[in-house]
């Protein structure tokens, strides 16, 4: 097995580890099993109710994992169903359906399925299941959200394909028998294995998907892989998942029932929490957390987490198509009041896109993240006067935010300087919308500024800069620099070594910053509260990639 089995540990009376490290980053290299490590002298109990419930933020927009691209969804389907890869606590890529891959130039990969892996109505998950799934992702008669992943893997054809230029038939993924599938790419990709771990890399059950069409994700219908199947679902209510006992990995199961519960007010979902409701949050209302740091040492936990928080600017509606507005708008958001103030959670204040706890990668920094907040403000006025706005013609927008306490805290506080520091040259309005409607209003482009965040989907540079490359199906800014979009291209055309990537990279950010079609304001970090009884909680995965099926109840 391939994962920390506290199953077998915790039935002896013992804890029991396992390291794996992924194989993406050398080409000869083979995923293998590694010798396990002996249990230690360490007795845990475990409770006989074996039941976790996980605040989720909000109501998800889908459970097909070809149809979503945000956090609450993810964590939901990580449970429902599983990759060729998945990652372990510290955020190593491991095998997931496939038992091992192998690549000798990172341009083909060849994954060997498990022979035990099956569906959760028993139907064996083969090679064919995957090819099927990744062909659905990107087909554009699906209108996957994220199909722009699939072409950011580089896979064969994949832009074509995408694009509707070329048939599904034309990408580079290709089923050689029941458990063997074949993948290649156009260019060596050294970090390919690691993007196989995202949702829209999920496979479907092509028969449950064909016969009930978007009625397939329903309880009762809903055929996943994963450890657990969708028992339950009320909208805005909850999501109640339990045990797939087809699972390959059943036996090393420890969790029986998980249930998720989409709590927007932070205020609310903590209480519940307090009163022994939730086993674990999706996040800490800010203005508690010095409290509950005090009064619930043993309860919060803060994880790293690779996302960036920041506001996108439309810069296809005047006057955000003006680079100078930009600029006036993000210089004066004091980052430092953001995180020190209002957060408080160890956030760091960002400048850049890319997360600086990406691997490998250091962006010079900015001009004027160099400058006192002081010399920002004075300047962000200059900007804004030249762009012919002044205490006769103030500047007049909205800013859009998905209904969070926490969100609606740093946009009153965004509000409140650039009304300080531009006075009556701005009139600033705020408004909120629940997470579908905000998600629909950010592709059809229906905002002036808007709050947005971007977490990972792997560790490298890209998983950041791809979102404001020109035909990103994420950027919803709709910014378009040639020179920004050469440089990934370059990276990835060009390029031969990590270190040639990552100049690139740079020169890309470097671009960002001058057009500044979003202003980055922090750097995130993962505070919730986890109950004392959870074990096997990942705190150090820098993805925040949290699978249900490798937590534990204690008896407490």
């Not at 605040?55 to 979503?68: F, I, M, Q, R, Y």
């Not at 619930?296 to 790293?304: E, L, M, T």
């Not at 919730?528 to 534990?552: C, E, F, H, W």
Request: net charge negative.
């Amino acid at each position: 097995m391939y994962k920390n089995k506290i199953t077998q540990a915790l039935l002896l009376g013992a804890g029991l580890s396992l390291g794996l490290a992924g194989c993406d980053n050398k080409p000869e290299e083979t995923q293998a099993t590694q010798p396990e490590a002996q249990p230690q002298a360490t007795e845990t109990k475990l409770a006989e109710v074996q039941e976790l419930v996980r605040g989720n933020g909000t109501e998800v927009a889908s459970l097909d994992p070809h149809k979503v691209e945000g956090v609450p969804e993810s964590h939901v389907l990580r449970d429902l169903m599983e990759g060729l890869v998945i990652q372990d606590d510290l955020g190593n890529t491991i095998p997931g359906t496939a038992e091992s891959w192998s690549t000798e130039d990172n341009q083909t990969f060849t994954f060997k399925i498990r022979k035990d892996a099956k569906w959760s109505n028993g139907d064996p998950v083969t090679a064919q299941d995957f090819e099927y799934s990744f062909k659905r992702a990107a087909d554009p008669a699906t209108a996957s959200p994220y199909a722009w992943y699939i072409e950011y893997t580089k896979m064969k054809n994949a832009k074509d394909v995408t694009s509707g230029k070329k048939p599904t038939s034309e990408l580079g993924v290709k089923a050689i028998d029941d458990h063997t599938l074949v993948l290649e790419t156009e260019v060596p990709l050294p970090y390919f294995v690691k993007m196989m771990a995202h949702t829209t890399m999920y496979p479907v059950h092509r028969s449950t998907v064909e016969n009930f069409k978007d009625s397939w994700t329903k309880p009762g219908v809903f055929v996943g892989n994963g450890a657990y199947v969708l028992k339950d679902w009320v909208v805005n209510e909850k999501i109640v998942l339990e045990r797939n006992e087809n699972y390959w990995d059943n036996a090393d199961t420890v969790i029986d029932k998980v249930t998720f519960l989409p709590i927007e007010n932070q205020n609310a979902e903590m209480n519940r929490f307090l009163s022994g409701e939730i086993d674990i949050t999706y996040e800490i209302p800010n203005e508690q957390f010095r409290r509950l740091e005090t009064e619930y040492p043993d309860n919060i936990v803060v994880s790293p987490n690779l996302c960036t928080y920041y506001y996108g600017f439309n810069t296809q509606r005047a006057p955000f198509d003006d680079v100078r507005v930009r600029k006036a708008l993000s210089y004066t958001i004091d980052r430092d009041v953001v995180t020190k103030a209002i957060l408080g959670q160890g956030q760091k204040p960002a400048y850049a896109l890319t997360h600086s706890g990406i691997t490998g990668f250091n962006p010079e920094t900015p001009e004027y993240a160099s400058m006192s907040q002081q010399e920002r403000d004075a300047k962000a006025k200059e900007l804004l006067a030249e762009a012919g706005f002044d205490a006769e013609n103030p500047l007049d927008f909205t800013l859009l935010y998905n209904t969070s306490e926490n969100h609606k805290k740093i946009a009153v506080a965004a509000q409140s300087m650039w009304k300080k520091s531009l006075g009556n040259f701005v009139s600033v309005n705020l408004e909120n919308q629940e997470w579908k409607t905000y998600l629909d209003s950010s592709k059809q482009g229906d905002f002036d500024v808007r709050r947005a965040g971007w977490c990972a989907d792997y560790n490298e540079a890209s998983t950041f800069l791809a979102i404001a490359m020109t035909e990103n199906g994420s950027n919803d800014q709709k910014y378009s620099s040639a020179v920004f979009d050469k440089a990934m291209n370059d990276a990835v055309k060009v390029a031969k070594t990590e270190e040639e990537r990552n100049k690139f990279y740079a020169i890309a950010e470097a671009q960002l910053a001058q057009d500044m079609p979003i202003a980055p304001i922090y750097q995130y970090v993962q505070p919730r509260l986890v109950s004392t009884a959870v074990g096997g909680y990942p705190d150090q995965n820098p993805q925040d990639n949290i699978y249900s099926k490798d937590m534990y109840i204690i008896a407490e």
